[in-house]
């Protein structure tokens, strides 16, 4: 049965800590009904790698993940899945599964236990399940009043309480129901209402059976006409797609399902955005978060018992994938094709309003297949929305589009730029156009594009001085949400910059001012121009690149930008001062990189009339600033109160950084010449702030010459560090430090050629949750610790030795239990001691578990003097060994 919380409670699973750090990597796979081995195996390897495999053969995609996955303890799972009778297709799934590391599981959801079946058979294992009933009675009216009583106080409506009971009563425990008709009701909490909906709909559900789908057509039946018909259109996408909600909003409008008539004076934005939030309310989507450290990303899918839902009654009017026959009434197509001369098959179709192409074909295009495909797509004059993913380009496919001029949304993804230098003027008479998604050389070659007087995003608006393209363009613009202006060195004088009108664009979030490298223009020209292309008050993320002018913009020293939230200065290299950013009290996000003549932060920097420099500043990056020297904190106030990462990097005259404050999550330092390292005071922060705050999870030192010594008590004040890694830093020393004690909940640590602290490090008895550690250019380290203090190392995975000339004894690390990587690279005397009395003995082969081709005499390495030895010795006590290597 669907809707029983199966994904929900993989999905608790999967964002578990404790499984997090028993399993890496962990990989989510959604699979559906549409079983396609190289798809699923791509979607896989898209969790562990950010390269592109999209045109990989199965074959290469399983090669790729063998590598990625052999010696690894790895948690897969697969959502939703149907299959269980194409034998061939498992196997095929499963064949590079199987080198992983012994302990790696699969986690999969179906409705059918036949498939759980068929995967444990191809695995070789045991099947283990679990089966989802229903919720208890005190379960499912936490649900219910969850959702039907949101934001409300349900004391104030006792009146509804007892209806309430008998209609979650009636929805047999299952989550799902019980959510949507709690979200349901939640929208009108009026007596007759709820009691309409119990009397002639809830009682007549029959009892015993599964009566989802009415549950849910009947939740759908009570959505308005609006959000009905903005629900329908989402069966375009695949079951399990994510939607980003600015991308989905844009759709809806660009498809004409957010008229302008019904918005008033509101804008079809703003009414998007209330249907998406009322639908997410109602629990016909969920809004998945996910936090990268420093971010938060929302994501909305739609349950496929609901994706099954919006296909039913949209058919005739949405329509995904085609078929044999697509009938006319269809307003809405989403369609893959194997061919360009596939188009064909609906060219018929000129009532469509929404149109999305994809074209698989591999081959390369005959030229004559390519304007057929373009004469055919001209001819569907009442689109709105169009959505070209073709793998040719064709200068004629952009101007193909200048006749359908309701298109009110355009997205091209294009092959290989045959030719950069054509004009796409055709696209001008698109004058109805909100969003255009199309590539970078198309963008910069639309002459007159002021024409287009709607659009709402500009990312690559080359100024030249040509009549069409000079910066004056952009002047009617003025519903434009972001703006990137290249090459401004073409701006003939200041005077004409303010023809670009930026001060009246209300909604502009975005702006990039961006120079060409290296350009001509004197410094004062510059900053002219800067001054007069001031932006709106309303704009919230500013770039600013390749500036060659020495002062900084009137309009970024008298603070007018009050909701900046990012600032980029880049390569700005004759910069000499700058502005008081820290009075921008929204401002999150600070990156300032290539500001070569900047040589001190002093308290002008800091300027705050709260108390509080940088309230807000939650991650700050400076990098490649060689002549900055002094970083001058504030005395009498608090700086970077919520400041979550710090990463200052190429600074190598820098010789200090001010007090940091508890609540910094991510500190970076490389290459700086400090000689001590910021101290951590808990003192700034108040007791709430420290309360909620996470202290330092992430440590990185490295290439600090001069870097001599650590504040005192500074490793315990982290009792919070997963991650450390300290290399480079030769003079340090341990000035101030009595004993070092590495918190125990570090996971991963590098050490490398930090002098006096290389053993202390290393030697650190408690690090009981450590799984990986590096050892690199060690000259202090003679040899790994003992027994007594390994043994306690019991996650310890992965352990890697290269370049430490001096180590000369493996120690305890036979204690290693967990150990399943060893790699020793350029450690001449330790490879010496390995092959007179290896390490681990070799009797451990033939143990449970262990891979008998480990450690035979067969498998021989040279040692550096031209002797061999048995590689790879083998470990007594490891039994997950999958990988050890001696050069």
Same mark, same amino acid.
């Given at each position: ?118 995967? /444990? ?18 379960? *499912?009216?936490?649900?219910? !009043?969850?959702?039907?009583? %949101? ?133 016909? +989507? $969920?809004?998945? $978060? ?10 909305? +899918? ?52 929404? &149109? ?38 064709? *200068? ?136 007069? %292309? ?70 002008? +920097? ?5 108390? *509080?420099? +940088? ?11 060689? !002549? ?33 404050? *508890? ?17 951590? !005071? ?84 408690? &690090?009981?949750?450590? $799984? ?6 060690? /000259?202090?380290? /003679? ?31 036979? /204690? ?72």
């Amino acid at each position: 049965m669907g809707g029983l919380g199966k994904t929900t409670l993989a999905q608790l699973v999967y964002c578990d800590e404790r499984v997090r750090e028993h399993f890496d990597p962990i990989m989510w796979v959604c699979i559906s009904q549409d079983f396609d081995v190289t798809v699923i195996t791509r979607k896989i390897l898209e969790c562990v790698s950010s390269e592109n495999f999209g045109d990989k053969s199965l074959h290469a995609l399983h090669e790729n993940l063998k590598q990625k996955l052999t010696s690894k303890r790895f948690l897969l799972i697969l959502d939703d899945v149907w299959n269980d009778d194409k034998m061939t297709e498992w196997e095929k799934l499963v064949a590079p599964l199987k080198f992983g590391q012994r302990g790696s599981k699969i986690l999969l959801t179906t409705r059918m236990g036949s498939v759980a079946d068929m995967a /444990a058979k191809m695995m070789k294992c045991k099947r283990e399940s679990l089966n989802l009933n229903e919720l208890e009675e005190s379960d *499912y009216m936490s649900l219910f !009043n969850k959702h039907a009583f %949101l934001d409300v106080n349900p004391d104030d409506y006792k009146n509804l309480q007892p209806i309430g009971k008998q209609i979650a009563k009636k929805l047999g425990g299952c989550p799902l129901a019980i959510k949507v008709m709690g979200g349901m009701l939640n929208s009108c909490m009026d007596y007759k209402y709820w009691k309409k909906i119990l009397e002639e709909d809830i009682m007549k559900l029959q009892p015993g059976k599964s009566n989802i789908m009415t549950i849910l057509r009947l939740s759908y039946d009570h959505l308005s006409t609006n959000l009905q018909l903005c629900f329908r259109y989402c069966s375009l996408f695949p079951q399990d797609y994510m939607f980003k909600k600015r991308i989905l909003v844009d759709m809806w409008i660009g498809s004409g399902l957010i008229p302008q008539s019904i918005c008033g004076e509101q804008r079809p934005e703003d009414i998007g955005n209330e249907y998406l939030d009322l639908l997410t309310r109602k629990s016909f +989507f $969920t809004c998945k $978060t996910s936090e990268d450290w420093l971010k938060i990303y929302k994501h909305y +899918f739609m349950h496929d018992l609901l994706h099954d839902l919006a296909n039913s009654i949209s058919l005739g009017e949405c329509i995904r994938g085609g078929g044999d026959t697509i009938p006319q009434t269809v307003r809405h197509l989403s369609v893959e094709m194997v061919n360009l001369l596939s188009i064909r098959e609906i060219s018929n179709l000129k009532n469509v309003r929404t &149109l999305v192409i994809s074209v698989k074909e591999d081959n390369k295009h005959n030229a004559n297949h390519a304007l057929e495909f373009i004469e055919v797509v001209k001819g569907f004059k009442k689109l709105r929305l169009l959505i070209l993913d073709v793998n040719f380009d064709s *200068y004629k496919l952009p101007n193909a589009r200048s006749s359908l001029i309701h298109l009110r949304y355009l997205s091209l993804s294009l092959g290989k730029v045959v030719n950069e230098s054509i004009k796409y003027d055709g696209l001008t008479n698109l004058v109805n156009l909100r969003s255009l998604d199309v590539p970078n050389h198309v963008i910069k070659n639309i002459p007159y594009i002021s024409k287009l007087t709607f659009i709402h995003k500009l990312q690559n608006f080359i100024v030249r001085e040509e009549s069409g393209y000079k910066i004056g363009e952009l002047k009617n613009l003025r519903d434009l949400h972001s703006l990137c202006i290249r090459e401004l060195e073409n701006v003939s004088t200041s005077e004409e910059a303010t023809e670009a009108k930026l001060n009246e664009k209300e909604y502009l979030k975005s702006l990039t001012l961006e120079w060409s490298k290296g350009h001509s223009n004197r410094a004062e020209t510059d900053e002219q121009l800067l001054n007069n %292309l001031y932006p709106h008050i309303n704009l919230k993320r500013l770039c600013i690149a390749e500036y060659q002018g020495v002062k900084s913009p009137c309009w970024m020293i008298d603070l007018s930008l009050i909701n900046l939230t990012t600032i980029e200065l880049i390569d700005c290299k004759g910069w000499e001062h700058l502005p008081p950013l820290g009075q921008f009290s929204s401002l999150r996000y600070l990156f300032l990189s290539g500001l070569h003549t900047i040589k001190q932060i002093d308290c002008s +920097f800091f300027e705050s009339s709260s108390g *509080y420099a +940088f309230p807000s500043l939650k991650e700050l990056f400076f990098v490649d600033m060689p !002549n900055l020297e002094e970083w001058i904190g504030v005395n009498d106030g608090c700086m970077f109160p919520q400041l979550h990462s710090m990463s200052i990097t190429d600074c190598p005259t820098l010789r200090e950084i001010p007090t940091l404050l *508890y609540g910094l999550r991510d500190l970076h330092i490389s290459n700086v010449g400090l000689t001590a390292l910021p101290t951590i !005071n808990q003192d700034y922060a108040n007791n709430n702030q420290q309360e909620h705050s996470k202290p330092l999870g992430s440590l990185t030192i490295k290439r600090c010459e001069k870097l001599e010594y650590f504040p005192t008590e500074f490793f315990g004040k982290l009792n919070s560090l997963h991650f450390a890694r300290i290399e480079n830093c030769p003079k340090l020393t341990k000035r101030g430090i009595s004993d070092i004690e590495v918190p125990s909940i570090l996971s991963s640590l590098t050490i490398g050629s930090c002098g006096d602290l290389e053993v202390p490090l290393l030697w650190s008895a408690n &690090l009981t949750s450590l $799984t990986w550690l590096e050892l690199l250019d060690c /000259a202090r380290i /003679a040899s790994l610790p003992p027994a007594q203090v390994c043994a306690r190392w019991t996650m310890l995975s992965h352990l890697t030795i290269k370049n430490c000339k001096e180590l000369s004894s493996f120690g305890g690390i036979q /204690a290693l239990i967990s150990l399943r990587s060893l790699e020793i690279e350029g450690c001449d005397k330790l490879i010496e001691v390995a092959w007179l009395q290896p390490p681990f003995p070799n009797d451990v082969c033939h143990a449970p578990g262990a891979d008998t081709n480990l450690g035979r005499p067969e498998h021989v390495e040279q040692t550096p003097n031209g002797q061999s030895f048995p590689y790879p010795p083998k470990a007594h006590h490891v039994y997950n060994f999958k990988r050890i290597e001696m050069h």
